[in-house]
């Protein structure tokens, strides 16, 4: 009898023919703000001029895809609404 932990998947590319439903826009928009919120936590530490670099290198990445996925939740309420 195996008794072994099946391997995870990895998660697959959203399809852009498919449109993500209201739960998987809320769910990247959670692993979202908890990669900034880790991210954010980290360079806050440092002091110096490596803050800086910090946010250039490794936060703005990620708050422009935050951004990104803002405007789609955004324009799909607006597209929502005017049906």
């Known amino acids: 009898m195996n ?3 099946t391997k995870p998947t990895p998660p697959q590319p959203p399809r852009a023919d498919v ?3 209201w739960r998987e826009l809320g769910e990247r928009f959670q692993e979202l703000m908890r990669d900034i ?3 954010l936590g980290y ?3 440092k002091e ?3 803050l800086e670099r910090e946010f250039e290198v490794r936060l ?3 708050l422009r895809r ?3 996925e803002l405007d789609r939740v955004i324009e799909r309420l607006e597209d ?3 049906k």
Request: net charge positive.
């Open 3 to 5: 008794t072994l932990p």
């Open 19 to 21: 449109a993500p439903t």
């Open 37 to 39: 919120g880790v991210e």
């Open 43 to 45: 360079v806050l530490k």
């Open 48 to 50: 110096g001029k490596d």
């Open 60 to 62: 703005l990445p990620r």
């Open 66 to 68: 935050a951004r990104k």
């Open 80 to 82: 929502h609404t005017k």
